[in-house]
């Protein structure tokens, strides 16, 4: 018996995209290159990178555990998207390092000079003014429910006085039906008493 089996039922083979020698940039590497660039991240946000597929690469394990290791052409791609995506992003306040240069270079009369008068607070005041109105409305939340507590805690010890209370004028009420429990014997036994 002969079997004669078709070419199209192998499985096809993986297309080799790239050679595993252009992986060749460690985490630190890469860290570097975005600082010299002008645009420095930490190790971390680099790792994050690679997870979420910014960067092109391979994950390698070691003795130590796995690592990325990076194309060094995706760092680059990458790079230029940050610049490119960057003046955008940035057009209406510039970054702290920015400002403060270009605060250094003009004169401080001729900024408030130039600088129109505005009634609109920042967006970072707005962001601490809406913090600290939910504070204060969970703050006044609590203090409500607190004298609502502190109102039920009251109710239940009226109630609770008022039921020690009936308890005793039942007891009391109790005693001269039933008796002591030495008064009860007596009674029951007549020979004891004569």
Do not use: W
Not at 26 to 32: F, H, K, P
Not at 37 to 55: D, E, F, V, W
Not at 92 to 99: L, S, T, Y
Request: proline share 6%; net charge negative; with cysteine.
């Amino acid at each position: 018996m002969r079997y004669h089996l078709s070419m199209t039922t192998d499985p096809p083979r993986p297309v080799a995209t790239s050679l595993d020698s252009e992986y060749t940039l460690s985490i630190e590497e890469a860290s570097e290159r975005y600082e010299r660039a002008g645009h420095p991240r930490t190790n971390r946000s680099i790792q994050r990178y690679c997870a979420k597929g910014h960067l092109d690469c391979r994950r390698v394990e070691t003795q130590f555990g796995e690592k990325y290791l990076i194309s060094a052409a995706s760092v680059a791609k990458h790079i230029a998207y940050i610049e490119e995506v960057r003046p955008i992003a940035t057009s209406h306040d510039m970054p702290r390092q920015v400002a403060a240069i270009v605060a250094q270079e003009k004169p401080s009369d001729a900024v408030n000079a130039s600088a129109p008068s505005s009634t609109d607070p920042s967006r970072q005041d707005a962001a601490v003014s809406r913090y600290t109105e939910r504070l204060e409305g969970e703050n006044e939340f609590l203090r409500t429910q607190v004298s609502v507590k502190d109102n039920q805690i009251k109710d239940l010890t009226e109630r609770a006085r008022e039921t020690n209370h009936l308890i005793a004028g039942l007891q009391k009420m109790l005693t001269p039906l039933l008796g002591r429990p030495a008064e009860r014997a007596d009674l029951s036994d007549p020979q004891q008493t004569s």
